[in-house]
């Protein structure tokens, strides 16, 4: 069994996005994270999602980026992973479709894509998270946030 110490803390991570041109409240911004330095309130890591619009959404890799700034609105942990299966876990989330053209999809729907994945091929990954899940427990993290809690 692999030792659970070094392993790394896959995230899910969400950040305020603002609003947009006509003043209503954007989506909440979810990449996957894992720290790779820095203190728990100040942590730099490396985060994988889709950025863009709509129309323009591309995968985009970020690495030595800071995970909590100003617009953090909290973090889940949802799996773990060793080291050396890094590079497996880039390839897999490299090849994640990126859809454009439709309003019902963004980078919500890319991560729990991204987090099935990586289960199916055996990461460990919190086995009891669903989609509806994984939705409840940011929408508490949010909460949380906005009463001061994390």
Same mark, same amino acid.
């Given at each position: ?13 969400? +950040?305020? /996005? ?6 209503? %409240?954007? &989506? ?5 994270? $894992?720290? %790779?330095?820095?203190? =728990? ?6 985060? $994988? ?5 709509? =129309?323009? $959404? ?13 617009? +953090? ?29 439709? &309003? ?21 990954? =919190? &086995? ?6 994984? /939705? =409840? ?7 949380? +946030? ?5």
């Amino acid at each position: 069994m692999e030792d659970t110490i070094s392993q790394i803390h896959l995230q899910v991570t969400q +950040w305020w /996005r603002g609003k947009d041109a006509q003043g209503n %409240i954007q &989506p909440l911004s979810w990449a996957l994270t $894992y720290k %790779i330095s820095g203190s =728990d309130h100040r942590p730099m890591g490396t985060k $994988y999602g889709v950025a863009g619009t709509i =129309d323009t $959404y591309a995968y985009e890799v970020d690495r030595s980026v800071p995970i909590r700034h100003e617009g +953090w609105r909290g973090s889940l942990v949802v799996g773990r992973i060793a080291p050396d299966a890094l590079e497996q876990l880039e390839r897999i989330l490299s090849q994640i479709p990126v859809v454009r053209g439709d &309003p019902s999809w963004n980078c919500h729907n890319w991560v729990w894509h991204g987090i099935r994945e990586l289960r199916q091929a055996g990461f460990i990954i =919190d &086995p009891n998270l669903t989609w509806q899940g994984l /939705r =409840d427990k940011m929408l508490e993290l949010l909460e949380a +946030w906005e009463r001061g809690d994390i």
